[in-house]
């Protein structure tokens, strides 16, 4: 991918010299795959905004970086697995199976989203496939690759609040991205989904989920939830900013984005030290910083307390 943005830069109107198509081709790719969002020549993704293809590589890119090294390590071995034809058909972990289902459907929903809520203010004087390409990209790099295309002021401020969610929901674990991660979500909703039908166990693709999977999944979404909510009400006392840039800000610091709407530089020393915490928090993901910061106390008494109601709801 790197040799054919090198191509298509050198072929641009934005690059002179063939040194400089290659650098910045492979530096592209590099930034997509890796989720990083760096952009040297201050312009991101924008001048190619119109060019379809070039935006669906740099979308499959930011995918292939999200999707969570084991996903892709499974993927390998099916390839394998089918060259050499085995007779026993290949199975893919749950891990694997709800990562990607639940990848593809923040995916589409993000795009859909995007699309009804910017097709008649930003987008209204684009082509209908312009339209979906950029929801598709701004469905994807809002995940943690952190590209643009436009000015992040243009966008409503649904969209903004749309984008801040996923970017607060981020990527698979075990990628290169931040964020609460996107099987945490997916649990979440599978178990409230079998509360609400009474089930007593939480099931996907015939395989149950363990209790202990579930509590990590509760814990990790609602300390992440109250950690952003802390920063966002700290941040409002130290910064005199409008309370969406603020928003976006923290989203994108713990989903380790790097879309802003231009407040960053003007952060306070509190602001900068909070941010910078959140971006630490969000890539090494809230349960390792648990395991990391809070000692665990093993207690054994060899009994059980008596359980009683509590009246929820």
Known sequence: FGIIFSIRFYFSDHHETLSEAIFQGFYQSISAVTNSGFDVTGMSAT????????????????????IGFPVIMEFKEWLFHKREKHDIPFRFSLFSKLAISIY????????????????????????????????MFYSTTTRNAGLQMHDLSS???????????????????????????????????????????SEDNVTIFSRRIEDRDIKKAVVVFNLSLAMCFLAVLILSITEQQDMIAIIVEVASAFGTTGLSLGITSDLTFIGKIVIAALMFIGRIGMLYTLMVFVPKERQDHGYLFPSEKIIIG
Not at 168 to 185: A, D, L
Request: with cysteine; net charge positive; charged share 10%.
């Open 104 to 135: 593809l459907i923040l995916f589409i929903f993000g795009t859909l989203a995007i699309y009804l809520l910017e097709r008649n203010h930003l987008f209204a004087d684009m082509s209908e496939i312009q339209k979906w390409m950029t929801s």
């Open 155 to 197: 966008f409503q401020t649904p969209t903004l609040l749309l984008f801040s969610m996923l970017m607060f929901i981020g990527c698979s674990p075990s990628s290169v991205g931040g964020g609460v991660r996107t099987t945490t979500i997916a649990i979440l909703g599978l178990y409230m989904l079998s509360f609400i039908k």
């Open 47 to 66: 001048p190619y905004a119109k060019d379809y293809l070039f935006i669906t590589f740099l979308i499959f890119l930011i995918m292939v970086g999200g």
